[in-house]
């Protein structure tokens, strides 16, 4: 276990005017609360914090954070208080010791919803002061490092957490040694089998090809020094297990078949040495097409620089290269972690030119971009979506036409593109051109590709559309435009029927009438009470007593002048109606078999209970004892029989020109429950020259009505026709056709 003066040591060696005293009395501190207290392994307690401590100290960060990683666990897990921790450290080492006692509460890995939420705090408490992050990830790597001592079902849980959450989080911040340390530590434990699979076969290659690393390391390190750089430094590896088997995986790839298993950083003094180094080796091997990415030019989202290349290298092995300056090679093994800002002004070597950690980043502004997400109104699921998506996706970058840079997750489209420069850009794209061309939304941008955005100001973004794009942004933003269509929609039928209900009451409606009444309607806006309304969710008559009272109902039924051209239909909740029609002979004829090609001699032929038209692409199924039963093929019924194909008869409609037969159809109606709609529906359904055999009233609500027509047509087309003219009634709120 490490000492006092062991930690304070590690501390000055970069930062040689640290608080000495802050260290040693966070460290003494934490030693007395901690106590007898023994972690799963056995060990003291008090070497977890040493140990989270002695992590950033590798990072080099300041003593203020080192105090917060020895005081992280002591107000979840021992007698110490917030108050008392202000008192001895100050209120900025309390505020983060408590908001590192909030996070640990959260299980991750639990239901969505609660999971979402969980993250949604997670990502609220770093906003506030990045270092709560770090200690956190310090906190998770040390954890992970000892697992090995909890149960199969907790090493389990942790570690999936640790995948989905931590790791690819220390990845956004640009810590990449400690993303693959945790995801190398969760591989071990989530899919054991595969792990050492992999490692064994790493082992075999590293033994079958013994001094082929530092063989390349030296030949690459001479032909650089024979060239000028005699300041370069070369380190060669074999790429982790877990990096291996998830590029097996995305590129369904056998362990034989991957060929760039070997990586080498080339080190640098500054950026022209880069290029230079990078010409020497393409100079010298050659290059394997399409592998060279400049991220110095154009840097990843978590600050990443670096060239990027493959050659065919020495001893004809395929071999990846990074070419960095040693600057950039510190941002990318502790990212964030390594700009060295901190809050008293001075960064690690003292000269006084910091600022606050982290803060103007590129990956602390991916962080604050984040956390505004937040405040979209999305529900926790989404949030969640939102947040995972970025967390995961790689990246392309692509080009405004005035040459701005967005960054995008592999895979995305012009609505990705649109919805990254502006929410409201993205609401109105109808199209796009790429590198000057006009293609389709669906196009999958690519690396360099300038996007110029076609829009329209009356475009609303289609539903579909999320399906198509992959960032969290764009499909959050399209769902909420559609809600708003719907609402719109929802809300344009709630305020007929709310003018329809007070006209009829001898009031005028108005949305001004309707805000004192909110309140006793529990809705939170106008727009929010007309639209539940519209949905049948809250009654008009409710409306009316919310914004008067003292209004007593009283209906009044207009009856008909006379009974002429009106004749009564009995629903099947018993209730009378009178509709429109020449007599009742108009309801319902009998239809006789329809002739249907594919069938055998005498067989008996019955249609599904809610009929087939022709134009109805149809199937047979024999029935035993029934004979032949004609459904549509969009029939939900057919699912049953999907096991069953021996059932299954190829039939087809065989009318000719000169047949006047009618056949079934079912239509559902939900209609306002008003004087008049019936008669509406049954004269349209009149005028359209189609018979009704059965009218039943499903269900009666406050405002609505849902009605089940079955109706005799001649064919498809009529039907479709009927369905039509029904949408087109004002007092109709929607209508479609029933199958079985």
């Known amino acids: 276990m490490m000492r006092q003066y062991e930690l304070v040591e590690r501390v000055q060696k970069y930062k040689p005017d640290a608080n000495e005293a802050l260290l040693n009395k966070a460290y003494v501190y934490a030693m007395q609360k901690h106590g007898q207290q023994k972690r799963a392994s056995g060990d003291p307690y008090i070497s977890h914090p040493l140990e989270v401590a002695a992590i950033l100290t590798d990072m080099r960060l300041d003593e203020s954070t080192i105090a917060v990683a020895l005081l992280h666990d002591t107000i979840e897990d021992t007698t110490a208080t917030r108050a008392e921790i202000d008192e001895l450290f100050g209120e900025d080492i309390g505020r983060l010791v408590e ?358 100001g009356v475009q609303v973004p289609p539903a579909a559309w999320e399906e198509i794009v992959v960032t969290g942004k764009a499909r959050a933003a399209i769902r909420r435009a559609t809600r708003l269509a719907i609402r719109k929609q929802y809300a344009g039928l709630g305020h007929r029927i709310l003018e329809r209900t007070f006209e009829r009451a001898g009031k005028v409606f108005s949305r001004d009438a309707l805000k004192p009444a909110l309140h006793r309607l529990g809705q939170k806006d106008v727009e929010d009470a007309i639209a539940a309304v519209g949905r049948g969710e809250m009654s008009s008559l409710d409306v009316l007593r919310a914004v008067y009272p003292d209004h007593q109902d009283e209906r009044v039924t207009v009856k008909p002048a006379g009974d002429e051209g009106w004749f009564n239909v009995h629903s099947a909740s018993g209730m009378i109606f009178k509709i429109p029609g020449k007599n009742k002979a108009d309801l319902a004829d009998g239809v006789e078999a329809p002739p249907i090609r594919g069938l055998a001699a005498n067989v008996e032929v019955h249609f599904a209970p809610t009929g087939a038209v022709p134009g109805d692409r149809i199937v047979g199924i024999m029935e035993k004892g029934k004979g032949i039963t004609i459904y549509p093929i969009q029939s939900p019924i057919l699912q049953r029989f999907d096991d069953e194909p021996e059932r299954w008869i190829d039939v087809r409609w065989d009318l000719d020109e000169a047949n006047k037969s009618r056949f079934a159809a079912r239509v559902l109606i939900n209609a306002l429950n008003e004087p008049g709609t019936l008669a509406k529906v049954a004269q349209t359904v009149a005028d359209v020259d189609v018979n009704i055999r059965v009218l039943n009233t499903v269900r009666v609500a406050a405002d609505f009505t849902e009605m089940a027509l079955d109706v005799e047509v001649w064919d498809l087309r009529q039907l479709n026709q009927l369905l039509v003219q029904l949408k087109e009634l004002d007092c109709i709120a929607t209508v479609k056709r029933l199958y079985d």
């Open 99 to 456: 908001g590192l006692t909030k996070i640990k509460k959260l299980d991750l890995v639990t239901k969505k919803a609660k999971q979402a939420e969980n993250l949604r705090k997670l990502l609220l408490a770093i906003s506030d002061d990045v270092r709560v992050l770090l200690v956190k990830l310090a906190d998770r790597l040390h954890n992970m490092r000892t697992l090995d001592h909890m149960s199969p079902e907790k090493r389990a849980r942790i570690s999936e957490e640790t995948m989905e959450i931590y790791a690819p989080l220390a990845g956004r911040m640009g810590m990449q040694d400690m993303r693959e340390e945790l995801e190398e530590l969760s591989f071990r434990h989530i899919n054991p089998e595969a792990h050492d699979t992999v490692t064994k076969r790493l082992e075999e290659l590293s033994r079958r090809n013994e001094g082929l690393v530092k063989k390349i390391e030296t030949e690459l390190r001479d032909l650089l020094v024979a060239n000028g750089l005699a300041n370069a430094m070369v380190k060669g590896r074999l790429k982790k297990p877990y990096s291996v088997f998830r590029k097996m995986q995305s590129k369904s790839l056998s362990f034989e078949q991957l060929s760039d298993i070997y990586g080498f950083r080339l080190l640098v003094d500054d950026i022209p040495s880069c290029y230079r180094a990078l010409g020497i080796v393409h100079t010298r091997w050659r290059v394997v097409p399409g592998r060279f990415k400049d991220y110095i030019s154009t840097p990843k989202q978590n600050d990443y620089r670096s060239l990027h290349t493959t050659i065919v290298g020495p001893s004809s092995q395929r071999i990846e290269l990074q070419i960095r300056t040693k600057r950039m090679h510190e941002i990318a093994e502790f990212g964030i972690a390594a700009h060295t800002l901190y809050k008293d002004g001075t960064n690690g070597n003292g000269n006084g030119d910091g600022e606050l950690l982290s803060r103007e980043s590129s990956a602390y502004s991916w962080l604050r971009h984040t956390i505004e997400a937040l405040a979209e109104g999305d529900s926790p699921e989404e949030f969640l979506e939102h947040t995972k998506l970025e967390l995961f996706q790689d990246q392309v970058f692509c080009f405004t036409p005035k040459g701005k840079l967005i960054a995008l997750p592999r895979g995305a489209t012009p609505i990705d593109f649109a919805y990254a420069v502006h929410t409201n850009i993205g609401d109105t794209t109808v199209g796009a051109k790429i590198n000057g061309r006009i293609m389709p939304l669906v196009t999958r941008l690519t690396n360099g590709d300038e996007v110029e955005i076609i829009r329209s």
